[in-house]
């Protein structure tokens, strides 16, 4: 059983700052990556930022500049921390990590979610 926590929401307004936190436990042999993604009402799921175990990171054009993506691995959590947030923002913000089980088939999982609010 893994678990996918994700932590760090909030309401803020223009141009301040959150940092998101996204936790994995339970059994499983190594993660490989994760994703932060986000979703806003009436628009598809789009991703945010992507992390490597090893550390490869990549952005989307949207966040680049503003939005960083980091990891500790011994802890299995990876950081989103978001600056100079804008209105358009505003989502609701979802971790997918990528692992190997202890059977090493790969397998990804979904956090519950957390709403990232930005008003102007």
């Known amino acids: 059983q893994v678990q996918v926590v994700e932590s760090g929401g909030g309401l803020v307004q223009a141009g301040g700052s959150l940092r998101l936190s996204c936790a994995a436990s339970g059994s499983f042999f190594s993660i490989s990556a994760t994703g932060w993604y986000r979703q806003a009402p009436g628009k598809q799921r789009e991703l945010v930022a992507h992390?490597?175990?090893?550390?490869?990171?990549n952005y989307a054009d949207s966040v680049k500049g503003r939005f960083t993506i980091s990891r500790d691995n011994a802890k299995n959590t990876v950081y989103l921390q978001m600056n100079s947030l804008k209105p358009e923002d505003t989502a609701v913000y979802y971790c997918n990590v990528e692992l190997f089980t202890r059977t090493l088939d790969e397998y990804n999982y979904w956090g519950q979610g957390t709403q990232v609010t930005v008003s102007s």
């Open positions: 992390i490597t175990t090893p550390g490869r990171t």
